[in-house]
């Protein structure tokens, strides 16, 4: 009984200590290899392997490989999209040990493990969390005889876990000031590529980084012109999907029979003008990712279809009696309310609750003003690059400008104005009639309007910010808003709103 107790009592012993070696190093090169040491040492394992996801998910390096008492000293990057090493793949897309008491190389690709004596015969591999709680690495260690180490997934990636916030923050600690960025500047690789240091931009990279390496399907929602296209290609480009293909396909932008055989193809004979079998789109994405632009409007019958291919991951090309599986990654996007358009019936519930496993909602341009100058500064730099220019300086005035404007078409409203104010620049200089700026989204500087004035100018903004996030579809509008149409319709009389500015 004595015994049983002390055994605990001996390994809990022997981690404590683990962490404190580990908390007392200063040197952040020393970490990799300290934790390799330590996770052999613990398990009692011949081999321990630590790998890190570089800040844009798309290199996965071995840094430290602890052998026979002795480190490694070598350093080997994967492929970027670790199609070869299936079991560390399955940790980083699942988010979840793997523990295999009987590894049989047979069935199972081993070539990340080094070649020693005897075959490896046991495996514990751990996905690493950082302070986002986004996979940043793999822990993994490895017997040559048949043992199951599934006892030592909880501690060791405790201990891996505590390693990494430790590296993390040494090398914090220990880069030059110089290095630090500027309060605006472009994107960080760890916000994949998107531009943005908000609160609310900080909030969808946490969310990107929660589905980057899992195949879930993932649902956009926002405004227009917030960005989703740009989501959706950064969570293809900085998943594991990277290497195969990313197609567009906007659904509101063809007629239903079009949009059928542009998506599952057709073969020969099924409609007049069908000469040869041609692929669809789900094929044309196998292996990558698909992204369908205002799922919304898809029509019924497609939605059906499409809810296949979720289920089941089954295609049926037109004018086909056969099935055939695909393996794709659905990233849908619209702007409109989805659930509302569930209980008008133009939208099927099931396809709704299928996508909506992982919303994500892009905030509005006026949500995020922390990010307007920053947006700006990069738009002006790629259209000065555009053009052969030296890039353009901007005045304090041209800045005030722009801050102080609502953006009622966001990003993409952002983009157009700063690439005509560099076209129209020629001295050099951006200033403030460079920009053209709707008086509908510009804030109310004139202080000899009375409160009633004023009143009618926030709601004539509110009610020509809904109009356009419905596209001019009265009856939705008056829905969100919660009035009858007919009232919607006497206050756009009323403020003079007319389709011209919808």
Same mark, same amino acid.
């Given at each position: 009984?004595?015994?049983?107790? *002390?055994?605990?009592?001996?390994?809990?012993?022997?981690?404590?200590?683990?962490?404190?070696?580990?908390? +007392?190093?200063?040197?952040?090169?020393?970490? =990799?290899? @300290?934790?390799?040491?330590? *996770?052999?040492?613990?398990?009692?394992?011949?081999?321990?392997?630590?790998?890190?996801?570089?800040?844009?998910?798309?290199?996965?390096?071995?840094?430290?490989?602890?052998?026979?008492?002795?480190?490694?000293?070598?350093?080997?990057?994967?492929?970027? !999209?670790?199609?070869?090493?299936?079991?560390?793949?399955?940790?980083?897309?699942?988010?979840?040990?793997?523990?295999?008491?009987?590894?049989?190389?047979?069935?199972?690709? $081993?070539?990340?493990?080094?070649?020693?004596?005897?075959?490896?015969?046991?495996?514990?591999?751990?996905?690493?969390?950082?302070?986002?709680?986004?996979? @940043?690495?793999?822990?993994?260690?490895?017997?040559?005889? $048949?043992?199951?180490?599934?006892?030592?997934?909880?501690?060791?990636?405790?201990?891996?876990?505590? *390693? /990494?916030?430790?590296?993390?923050? /040494?090398?914090?600690?220990?880069?030059?000031? @110089?290095?630090?960025?500027?309060?605006?500047?472009?994107?960080?690789?760890?916000?994949?590529?998107?531009?943005?240091?908000? =609160?609310?931009?900080?909030?969808?990279?946490?969310?990107?980084?929660?589905?980057?390496?899992?195949?879930?399907?993932?649902?956009?929602?926002?405004?227009?012109? $917030?960005?989703?296209?740009?989501?959706?290609?950064?969570?293809?480009?900085?998943?594991?999907?990277?290497?195969?293909?990313?197609?567009?396909?906007?659904?509101?932008?063809?007629?239903?029979?079009?949009?059928?055989?542009?998506?599952?193809?057709?073969?020969?004979?099924?409609?007049?003008?069908?000469?040869?079998?041609?692929?669809?789109?789900?094929?044309?994405? !196998?292996?990558?990712?698909?992204?369908?632009?205002?799922?919304?409007?898809?029509?019924?019958?497609?939605?059906?279809?499409?809810?296949?291919?979720?289920?089941?991951?089954?295609?049926?090309?037109?004018?086909?009696?056969?099935?055939?599986?695909?393996?794709?990654?659905?990233?849908?996007?619209?702007?409109?309310?989805?659930?509302?358009?569930?209980?008008?019936?133009?939208?099927?519930?099931?396809?709704?609750?299928?996508?909506?496993?992982?919303?994500?909602?892009?905030?509005?341009?006026?949500?995020?003003?922390?990010?307007?100058?920053?947006?700006? +500064?990069?738009?002006?730099?790629? *259209?000065?690059?555009?053009?052969?220019?030296?890039?353009?300086?901007?005045?304090?005035?041209?800045?005030?400008?722009?801050?102080?404007?609502?953006?009622?078409?966001?990003?993409?409203?952002?983009?157009?104005?700063?690439?005509?104010?560099?076209?129209?620049?020629?001295?050099?200089?951006?200033?403030?009639?460079?920009?053209?700026?709707?008086?509908?989204?510009?804030? !109310?500087? !004139?202080?000899?309007?009375?409160? +009633?004035?004023?009143?009618?100018?926030?709601?004539?903004?509110?009610?020509?910010?809904?109009?356009?996030?419905?596209?001019?579809?009265?009856?939705?509008?008056? +829905?969100?808003?919660?009035?009858?149409?007919?009232?919607?319709?006497?206050?756009?009389?009323?403020?003079?709103?007319?389709?011209?500015?919808?």
């Amino acid at each position: 009984m004595l015994g049983q107790i *002390a055994q605990p009592l001996a390994y809990a012993e022997q981690l404590l200590q683990q962490f404190t070696h580990l908390a +007392r190093l200063a040197g952040a090169e020393r970490l =990799p290899a @300290a934790l390799a040491e330590a *996770a052999a040492q613990l398990s009692g394992c011949r081999l321990a392997q630590l790998y890190l996801l570089d800040s844009t998910h798309t290199c996965l390096t071995l840094a430290a490989e602890w052998l026979d008492g002795q480190l490694a000293e070598h350093e080997a990057s994967l492929p970027s !999209d670790y199609d070869g090493e299936q079991l560390l793949q399955y940790c980083l897309c699942q988010n979840r040990p793997l523990s295999l008491a009987s590894l049989d190389p047979s069935l199972h690709e $081993t070539s990340f493990l080094p070649v020693i004596d005897k075959p490896w015969r046991s495996l514990l591999c751990l996905p690493l969390q950082d302070e986002q709680a986004r996979v @940043a690495g793999l822990l993994l260690v490895a017997a040559s005889g $048949t043992r199951d180490l599934e006892g030592f997934a909880a501690s060791l990636a405790s201990l891996g876990t505590f *390693a /990494l916030a430790q590296h993390q923050l /040494l090398q914090r600690l220990r880069a030059p000031r @110089a290095s630090l960025p500027e309060p605006i500047s472009p994107a960080l690789p760890s916000d994949y590529g998107l531009i943005g240091t908000s =609160p609310a931009m900080r909030g969808v990279y946490q969310l990107i980084g929660k589905v980057l390496h899992n195949p879930t399907s993932v649902l956009l929602t926002g405004e227009t012109g $917030t960005g989703k296209e740009l989501v959706a290609r950064a969570i293809h480009d900085c998943g594991f999907r990277r290497s195969q293909a990313f197609i567009v396909q906007n659904c509101a932008s063809l007629p239903e029979n079009l949009l059928e055989s542009e998506l599952f193809g057709y073969r020969k004979g099924a409609f007049t003008g069908a000469e040869r079998d041609r692929k669809g789109l789900f094929d044309a994405a !196998d292996g990558g990712t698909l992204f369908l632009d205002e799922i919304g409007d898809m029509p019924l019958a497609l939605q059906a279809k499409l809810l296949r291919v979720l289920q089941e991951g089954e295609v049926r090309p037109l004018g086909s009696t056969q099935t055939h599986k695909v393996d794709v990654r659905i990233v849908a996007a619209t702007h409109r309310d989805l659930r509302a358009l569930v209980e008008e019936g133009r939208f099927r519930e099931d396809l709704f609750y299928r996508l909506s496993h992982f919303p994500i909602e892009l905030p509005p341009l006026r949500a995020r003003a922390e990010d307007i100058l920053q947006l700006a +500064r990069h738009f002006a730099e790629q *259209a000065s690059a555009f053009l052969q220019r030296q890039p353009c300086r901007w005045s304090e005035a041209a800045l005030d400008h722009l801050a102080g404007y609502a953006f009622p078409g966001n990003v993409r409203e952002l983009k157009g104005l700063v690439e005509r104010a560099v076209l129209l620049c020629e001295g050099g200089e951006l200033l403030p009639e460079h920009f053209n700026l709707h008086p509908a989204g510009l804030g !109310d500087t !004139d202080s000899a309007m009375n409160l +009633r004035e004023r009143m009618e100018q926030v709601e004539r903004n509110l009610l020509l910010d809904c109009l356009r996030k419905n596209r001019g579809n009265q009856s939705q509008a008056a +829905r969100e808003l919660g009035l009858p149409r007919r009232t919607l319709l006497y206050r756009m009389s009323r403020l003079q709103i007319s389709q011209a500015d919808v």
